[in-house]
């Protein structure tokens, strides 16, 4: 057993050191940090992988109504999307009927100032309630949609719903299918992951 120490200190096996070092890196790993309505925790520039800035983008408008689809796209290919929408007339903001949050709800995917683009800055809680925001994750995903980017979403005015419970149906000018109902809205929470 390899031993470690100062001159002046007692001698700490190398074995403790290292075993210490990985629960060190274990607890900032799973780390939580404080979060309000005031303060944006979501950072800029997420990092995602080259076949997620290949995802597609889809902007729809169906019977009056502006659907925004995007997969797993990433920072650059969702910004150079937003770009061109707005160079042909798109219309984003709450001009949207539908917003799908990409890849999961990932932090990766999204950013502040993206969301300021797509759906308009900070405003008050439930002032964007006409988009329908739709973040598509698995009921057995642990780590999506991540709650720094709930809490961004809600912190612009939106509802976000997940697809954990089920399926979402968003309809217009018809009636309801019977066995669907209301959907779980998720929360606004005050504690979200810290960053490694």
């Known amino acids: 057993m390899g031993e470690t120490g100062t001159q002046s200190g007692p001698k700490i096996p190398i074995e403790i050191i ?4 990985s629960i060190d890196s274990l607890v900032l790993k799973n780390a939580i940090i404080a979060d309000d309505l005031l303060t944006e925790t979501l950072r800029e520039g997420g990092i995602t992988a080259a076949e997620n800035e290949s995802s597609v983008v889809l902007y729809g408008q169906i019977d009056g109504r502006n659907i925004f689809l995007r997969a797993d796209a990433g920072l650059k290919a969702l910004g150079a999307a937003v770009s061109y929408g707005n160079a042909i007339g798109l219309q984003f903001g709450t001009a949207l009927n539908v917003f799908r949050v990409p890849h999961h709800g990932s932090r990766n995917n999204i950013s ?14 439930g002032t964007r309630n006409s988009i329908g925001c739709v973040i598509s994750a ?14 961004a979403l809600i912190r612009r005015g939106l509802v976000p719903q997940d697809t954990k419970g089920g399926i979402l149906l968003f309809n217009h000018g018809v009636l309801n299918r019977q066995g669907f109902g209301p959907v779980q809205t998720l929360q606004f929470a005050t504690r979200v992951e810290a960053y490694d």
């Open 18 to 21: 290292e075993f210490l070092s």
């Open 112 to 125: 502040p100032t993206l969301l300021n683009r797509i759906v308009g800055n900070v405003s008050g809680f």
């Open 138 to 151: 698995g009921p057995d995903d642990e780590t999506h949609p991540r709650q720094v980017v709930v809490n």
